[in-house]
């Protein structure tokens, strides 16, 4: 009898074969044959623009989902954060792993703080989610573009085009480079994107086999947390290029608290939209259900007149 060998498709950038190769370990300890296939994405290729200007995060997934439509590839592992709302007909996430420290977090040469930078500092990131809520906190901040993969932007740092940068801590722990961290935003302070920090495990729908192995690899309250926020980015319409925040965690209680900012994607510096809900949640369509109010008390605020050019 042959053992089936699985393949897991992953770009190539550090941080995704981290991601790639802690799901193949959590894999392998439960006696599967897996192997990697790197690939580049048109999301890695496009450095000159801006993600909502080439066609979003979608860019990250879709050469990884071709594999696995292919027969090259049986699983996809993505940052949840850069995984649309709606998969393409055929796959599904599968499991959704443990949530690491989904905070954002400043890194500079110089400076130990936001608060610290001086007036008109230079500030690198090209997430609109940071940008406005960077904006609403120090509209003097100058705000310049950062694409690459983390060795590349930490690089642009080092080499002094910016004064400090804005990052997801959880792929600077991955990485072992948190020790560059100079501050550790709360998350109300700076409210992370949907997903950031978790992973997500894409598979076939079909893919029968593999089931019961991600079902035990799923973390049930980051699925709902991710869930909650996720169906607040759905309700408003989907678009990885609104700057929109959403973000759920549990309390002492079990309830979960979803907070949401939502900024103006052509004109920074309009106040954010917030909105802050709480439920008991025990299920997905509980949590979907918490998101999609948090949407309705934005849109209330004026969102659909923010995301009408986006
Ligand atoms: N958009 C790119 C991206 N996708 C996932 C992470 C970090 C890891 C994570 O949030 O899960 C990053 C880098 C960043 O935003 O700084």
């Not at 920074?268 to 802050?276: H, Q």
């Not at 439920?279 to 008390?297: F, I, P, Q």
Request: glycine share 8%; aromatic share 4%.
């Amino acid at each position: 009898m042959t053992t089936q060998e699985f393949v897991i498709a992953t770009r190539e950038s550090r941080l995704a074969l981290w991601q790639a190769e802690h799901v193949q370990a959590l894999l392998r300890a439960r006696g599967l044959a897996v192997r990697l296939l790197g690939m580049t994405t048109r999301g890695d290729q496009i450095l000159d623009k801006t993600l909502s200007k080439v066609g979003g995060k979608g860019l990250f997934v879709k050469e990884l989902e071709t594999a696995i439509e292919d027969g090259r590839a049986q699983l996809a592992v993505h940052s949840l954060k850069d995984v649309p709302m709606e998969l393409p007909e055929g796959f599904v996430l599968a499991a959704v792993l443990e949530r690491e420290d989904p905070r954002d977090a400043l890194v500079s040469t110089r400076f130990d703080s936001l608060d610290a930078l001086p007036r008109g500092a230079r500030v690198g990131t090209s997430s609109l989610r940071r940008v406005t809520q960077l904006k609403s906190r120090r509209p003097d901040l100058v705000i310049e573009p950062l694409r690459g993969n983390l060795d590349t932007r930490l690089r642009k740092l080092d080499e002094g085009q910016h004064d400090a940068i804005v990052l997801a801590a959880a792929g600077l722990k991955r990485l072992g480079l948190d020790g560059r961290i100079r501050q550790y935003f709360g998350v109300d302070e700076m409210i992370p994107c949907a997903g950031q920090g978790a992973l997500g495990i894409e598979i076939r729908a079909d893919a029968a086999m593999l089931r019961p192995h991600l079902d035990a690899l799923a973390h049930r309250p980051t699925w709902l947390a991710t869930a909650a926020e996720r169906a607040v980015s759905r309700a408003l319409g989907g678009s990885c290029s609104m700057p929109l925040a959403a973000h759920a965690r549990w309390g002492a209680d079990g309830e979960l608290t979803l907070s949401t900012a939502l900024g103006h994607p052509i004109h920074p510096e309009r106040a954010l939209l917030t909105a802050s809900e709480r439920a008991a949640v025990a299920d997905t369509a509980a949590a979907e259900a918490l998101g999609r109010r948090a949407a309705a008390v934005l849109s209330a605020q004026g969102a659909d007149e923010y995301l009408k050019d986006v």
